[in-house]
């Protein structure tokens, strides 16, 4: 057996996962959520997915699904196929060459190689991660891994719009042992959701890590008083505040207010997070696959973040447990210090609907991926039954 692969054919299969309840956040409403699974074959057997999760709506990035469907079928899995790759990085070569953007589209087929490799290889996601870290020249000290990610939950904002509603929420959440809570905010929903949460965090007895995601719903002049309102509640840092391709305001916010800024949206790639840490935008990264484009480039983000000493959480969109595979490898690695946003399937999908279930043990912790590659765990099968093929080359 060679180190090489040769892709022979590609399929896209669609799924819908109607949601257990709607999830709001400040750019829109979830019911039913449809995701691409990008299949990738060898001649001698060797089979990977990944996952392409885009909005149906472009309220988070400019793609949707069937933007990202038209780019994996007409312009980057014709790319790969009949191509012999010697890593997974020369899939991201090809994809990114004379296409700007289209991240999502481009983690479906990129991720989709990694897992390839995995099973044509016999190794784990985590142990390929590791082997490119090490060729990238990061330090051995953030690559040794552990063996279970802890988990948080995400609070949307419910249909109600009452804050006892989000306080029971909250209450069931530590009920089932996650680690820490994120509640979705927007202005107008903010400070007393925030103070609900954490009332129901002090009656509950259990000291929880808890901040809020804005979404990029503030404005740095026009929300001035909001924000300040909100660093005054004592969060552990907000997350996304302003506009989704900003890092020159979220510099000047961050030196207004003592809470941390995160970034989600704004981290584009490894040149976007040099940026931010020269500007001062903020210290605390959120890491998403799928809006970086794939594995390689948020291994670069990671090698950045080992450099400076950035910390680090992973984030979803969620997507099916496909998809979550990428990120509950990289929150094993040590630059990961907050709970991810990984969750059990039943927590946001209707029951035995997601091609590849997650479970979360009763202390808030998932494993990490120890298949050698997707195909192993039946994942073709489920996806045959619950998807409708797209498009095969």
């Known amino acids: 057996m060679t180190d090489t692969i040769t892709i022979e054919r590609a399929r896209v299969w669609d799924v819908a996962l109607p949601l257990s309840v709607p999830f709001a956040i400040s750019g829109g409403v979830l019911r039913v959520r449809r995701s691409l699974i990008v299949e990738l074959c060898t001649g001698d057997g060797a089979i990977g997915f990944g996952e392409s999760a885009p909005f149906e709506l472009p309220f988070y990035s400019s793609e949707t699904v069937e933007s990202a469907r038209w780019m994996l079928e007409t312009v980057l899995l014709p790319r790969l196929v009949g ?214 480039e948020a291994l670069r983000v990671y090698a950045v973040a080992a450099a400076q000493d950035v910390t680090l959480w992973g984030g979803t969109m969620p997507e099916t447990g496909i998809g979550a595979q990428a990120i509950l490898a990289l929150g094993a690695l040590p630059r990961f210090v907050y709970p991810t946003d990984v969750e059990p399937s039943d927590r946001w999908y209707a029951s035995g609907t997601d091609p590849l279930p997650l479970v979360m043990a009763a202390d808030g912790t998932m494993d990490v991926p120890h298949a050698t590659g997707l195909a192993a765990l039946g994942v073709g099968d489920r996806v045959r039954e619950r998807g409708s093929l797209v498009w095969s080359s």
């Open 83 to 296: 191509r012999t790759l010697k890593t997974p990085l020369d899939a991201d070569a090809i994809l990114q060459t004379g296409v700007r953007g289209n991240a999502f589209a481009r983690a479906g087929a990129e991720t989709a190689v990694w897992d390839l490799f995995c099973h044509r290889r016999h190794v784990t996601l985590l142990d390929l991660i590791a082997d490119t870290l090490r060729r990238m020249g990061v330090h051995e000290r953030h690559i040794a891994a552990r063996d279970r990610v802890p988990c948080g939950v995400a609070l949307g904002i419910p249909d109600d719009g009452a804050t006892a509603t989000l306080a029971s929420w909250t209450r069931e959440a530590l009920a089932h042992g996650y680690r820490r809570v994120k509640i979705k905010i927007r202005p107008g929903w903010d400070v007393e959701p925030i103070r609900a949460v954490r009332d129901a965090l002090a009656s509950c007895g259990r000291p929880l890590l808890f901040w809020a995601d804005a979404n990029a719903s503030y404005d740095l002049e026009r929300d001035a008083a909001a924000l300040r309102a909100i660093d005054a509640e004592g969060l552990l840092f907000i997350e996304q505040p302003l506009q989704h391709d900003d890092l020159v305001d979220h510099a000047a916010l961050s030196a207004r207010l003592r809470t941390p800024v995160c970034l989600d949206e704004s981290l584009r790639d490894a040149r976007w997070a040099r940026h931010a840490l020269k500007l001062g935008a903020s210290r605390i990264w959120n890491i998403k696959v799928q809006r970086l484009g794939g594995l390689a």
